[in-house]
């Protein structure tokens, strides 16, 4: 049975792969990402999340059967926060009403292995607490005394654990909608492909996110589970941070975390 499915991120990387291979499968793909696409709107603004979700309503009727977000940046600045983080959430809580006139509705959002990775709590609170402007002033902290790297991490376990805490709520469980998150290692886009390009870099990235199984990961690896997590089939999974790291989770926390 033929889907609608909006998937953010849509012009490269995991969410590029991920809206061919929904495509692939017979469903309607709306691309949503930055410049390009169904949908172009900044996430990082107030203004662009609401017109995401404005144009959203337009082009499906207001009615969504899974959205996918995949649109994210690195850099060590606020905006990285603003998107990963507050972007997500905005997409996912704009359009759940979408989701809640489909049919067997699902919502996925990417994360990644960075979020067990050092993390800067004043970020992760505020983004916790939906204060924005807090959580944009502890990134802009973190830059200025050389942490940059924290705001990052921090927004991907902020994003992580706002799936852990919203997934069983009435608003998403309750309405019959699975919410999860997809938490890859190391994925070669054209984002990381310079710093893996590097000895030195590369080096460290394998320090820092060992990969056992089958080493760095492509984008078209990751699309499978995202579209299962966001299709009927995935009748009771939900609130969960799906590793897919090629073991890097595993020997970096060990079975601590049981």
């Keep these: 049975m033929s889907r609608t499915c909006l998937v953010t991120g849509a012009a490269s990387g995991i969410g590029e792969a991920t809206a061919a291979l929904l495509r692939k499968q017979g469903h309607t793909v709306i691309g949503a990402d930055l410049t390009e696409g169904d949908i172009r709107a900044d996430l990082s603004t107030a203004e662009g999340r609401a017109e995401l979700v404005a144009r959203a309503r337009e082009l499906t009727g207001g009615r969504l059967d899974a959205v996918v977000s995949c649109a994210g940046v690195a850099h060590f600045d606020p905006l990285t926060i603003r998107v990963n983080h507050f972007g997500a959430v905005a997409t996912l809580d704009g359009l759940r009403p979408l989701l809640a006139a489909g049919t067997d509705p699902r919502a996925v959002v990417v994360g990644s292995i960075d979020s067990v990775h050092p993390t800067d709590p004043a970020i992760v609170d505020a983004a916790l607490a939906g204060d924005e402007t807090a959580a944009v002033a502890a990134s802009r902290a973190a830059v200025d005394r050389g942490e940059g ?12 654990r ?12 309750g309405a019959g909608v699975p919410l999860n998150a997809v938490a890859p290692g190391v994925v070669v886009t054209p984002l990381t492909r310079p710093m893996l390009d590097d000895p030195e870099m590369r080096g460290l990235v394998e320090q820092s996110v060992p990969m056992p199984l089958h080493g760095h990961a492509r984008p078209e690896q990751l699309a499978p589970l995202i579209a299962w997590l966001a299709s009927p089939e995935n009748a009771l999974v939900t609130g969960q941070v799906v590793f897919a790291d090629g073991g890097a989770d595993a020997l970096l926390r060990g079975d601590r975390t049981w």
């Design 149 to 160: 790297h924290l705001v990052y991490s921090s927004s991907k376990a902020a994003i992580s």
């Design 162 to 173: 706002w799936v852990r805490r919203a997934a069983p709520t009435d608003a998403w469980a």
